[in-house]
């Protein structure tokens, strides 16, 4: 049967690209995921037993909840900045520079993708003093975090700009929209899904980040990010620091869910 | 030399690839030496590394930790790969049980006679007369301030609360440390603080004060040259750098209160490929000809050897300031730590932390 011959196909070359998958993502969080049950790092003589202690004190001590909370707000903050100044910059870009330009401007926007992120974090260190001077403040936080993130908004929201029909939205002020209506009606329901491709992307990771925090913050730095960070490099905590970690990749999951069918009922619209 | 490669000369090399992959470890074996340190420490000083190559035939490479965890992690999991390793004193009972290092023949130290006593034979190095590792530096952790915008001579701990330092006062962000100047602050032993709430409160009304903290030499140097820090905690190696490498105005102090005191030592990795030359290393970081230019040109930790502390200029902080008996007698020596202090101390900072930011 060539159906099956086909797939087989398929299935042969995909293969190698899911076996890496499998090996370098999922065999590195399973190997955290038991530790996160155990008492301590088997290593050196430790004795390792099952517990579930890491994750009651999640719940139990103010320090984990009060600074995951704090993580997402910061995370919401950062998401909220990203696609309020990507939107703007994604329509410019698609509906009124062309050619040459566009390239020019695009670059401009991926360039902070290619810097290293310990270099433009230290850089922002010098640009925040000047007569600013917010240098160690939650808002310079939020600065060095959208700067790092926002190629993310405007490059989903961008892709989803493309795709729609230049026609419709001449059809809506033909048949009398304002320019107000045309764009809340027909335009922004037909980018959702680059602005929510790009409100994951953003979101996520910066949950988690802690370069950016310790670097910029000063004393608002503790976020559940270098909690994490610091069971690894200061107190050869492993399961605390994984538990944490999975505890956060909980929420967001959680989140997600609650909020998937809310989508999906926007989309099919 | 020019290098083209075809098709043949690929496959000739190819073939003899295991043969190149065993000459390096012979060569390694006679003329080579792999030291684990924190970097830019006194082992990797260029021109330290050629003399001992000059002198010994014995080439220096080097290969770098960023926290004492990391150190011992590459120990775990590179036996065999390291010969000389740097070691807090703290630490080196508990890699010794670990199998990681291997007692020192001391016979072939020929400068081990000349260090200090108390520092040498610490039961922190030493077990069943065994020496696990050679003392080699030792210093203090303290603070240290701005002497040309505090023009007042500073000698309290106190000085860190000041409010006429608001916001300009800077600490590590490390949990040990800061309830160790907590312990100081209220005249507690630092390595066995009985009252902890105390030292909680202490630092919590640290919020105002704090500009921000600091987590490398460089780090503070740049922070202390931009103005943001007037009053700050530091080591009294990195004081002495900043002052004469980077021509900084610091000026530092170790309070009535008393200061922390941690040592040094180098070690002899198990397996490690060549131990002969290793200790002709060890031997050599431990003599004055190393230790006076290091202290002298570059700014340096208190040498463990009183022969090269006796041999430093008058005024270097090493002699004035740390070979002075009255000051040595407020140093609190660092003890080590369980796995669970550490988790009691790091849980206790991110509280305080956590308060910082409300």
């Known amino acids: 049967m060539p159906g099956a011959e086909k797939h087989l196909r398929v299935t042969f070359l995909v293969a190698p690209a899911y076996l890496w998958l499998a090996l370098t993502v999922f065999l590195p969080l399973a190997v955290m995921l038991f530790f996160s049950f155990l008492t301590a790092v088997p290593v050196g003589g430790r004795e390792a037993t099952l517990t579930l202690q890491h994750y009651v004190s999640f719940f139990t001590k103010k320090i984990y909840w009060y600074n995951a909370l704090r993580s997402l707000e910061l995370a919401a903050y950062v998401t909220l900045a990203c696609v309020v100044l990507g939107y703007p910059v994604a329509v410019i870009l698609t509906r009124m520079i062309t050619g040459r330009a566009r390239e020019a401007i695009f670059l401009m926007i991926i360039l902070p993708f290619w810097t290293n992120a310990l270099v433009r974090t230290f850089s922002w260190t010098m640009v925040l003093r000047g007569p600013f001077d917010i240098i160690f403040t939650y808002p310079a936080i939020v600065i060095g975090l959208v700067h790092a993130y926002l190629p993310y908004a405007v490059l989903t929201i961008y892709v989803s700009l493309q795709a729609i029909d230049e026609r419709l939205i001449e059809a809506a002020r033909a048949l009398g929209a304002s320019k107000r209506q045309a764009f809340m009606r027909v335009m922004l329901p037909l980018s959702l899904p680059g602005v929510l491709a790009g409100v994951f992307l953003i979101f996520i990771p910066v949950t988690g980040s802690f370069m950016e925090p310790r670097i910029l913050g000063g004393k608002d730095a503790i976020m559940l990010g270098p909690i994490i960070e610091s069971q690894f490099t200061a107190t050869f905590n492993w399961p605390l620091g994984a538990a944490l970690s999975f505890m956060m990749l909980a929420i967001i999951l959680l989140m997600l869910a609650l909020g998937y069918p809310l989508l999906q009922r926007h989309m099919e619209r | ?358």
């Open chain 2, 1 to 358: 030399m020019k290098m083209t490669i075809n098709r043949r000369s690929a496959l000739a090399m190819l073939g003899s690839a295991p043969l190149l992959g065993a000459m390096p470890r012979l060569a390694r074996a006679a003329g080579e030496i792999k030291v684990l340190n924190w970097q830019g420490y006194g082992t990797d000083e260029k021109w330290a590394t050629e003399a001992f190559e000059k002198a010994t035939g014995i080439k220096v490479v080097h290969d770098y930790f960023n926290s004492e965890q990391e150190m011992l992690t590459k120990l775990r999991t590179s036996p065999g790969a390291y010969d000389v390793v740097l070691i807090n004193n703290i630490y080196v009972m508990d890699a010794a049980k670990e199998g990681l290092i291997q007692p020192l023949d001391t016979a072939k130290l020929s400068n081990f006679g000349d260090l200090a006593p108390a520092l040498r034979d610490s039961d922190r190095f030493v077990q069943d007369g065994k020496h696990y590792a050679s003392a080699w530096v030792w210093g203090l952790t303290s603070f240290a301030y701005n002497f040309e915008k505090i023009t007042d001579k500073i000698d309290t701990i106190e000085a860190l609360w000041n409010p006429a330092y608001a916001g300009k006062v800077g600490m590590r962000d490390d949990a040990m440390e800061a309830i160790q100047f907590g312990a100081l602050a209220t005249g507690q032993d630092i390595n066995n603080p009985a009252d902890m709430a105390k030292i909680k409160d202490k630092l919590m009304a640290l919020k105002p004060q704090l500009k921000t903290f600091w987590s490398s030499e460089d780090e503070w140097n740049k922070l202390f040259a931009a103005g943001d820090y007037l009053v700050a905690v530091y080591w009294s190696g990195s004081a002495s750098r900043s002052r004469k490498a980077m021509k900084l105005p610091v000026q530092f102090v170790v309070p009535k209160e008393g200061a922390i005191g941690w040592f040094d030592g180098l070690a002899v990795a198990a397996n490690a490929p060549n131990p002969d030359g290793a200790l002709a290393f060890i031997n050599y970081m431990i003599d004055p000809s190393f230790y006076i230019p290091w202290d002298t040109n570059v700014g340096a930790p208190a040498s463990a050897n009183l022969k090269a502390m006796a041999g430093l200029p008058e005024d270097a902080l090493n002699r004035a300031v740390l070979g002075d008996a009255e000051v040595v007698k407020r140093v609190q020596w660092m003890a080590p730590v369980t796995d669970q202090q550490r988790q009691a101390q790091q849980e206790l900072w991110d509280e305080v932390k956590t308060s910082f930011a409300q």
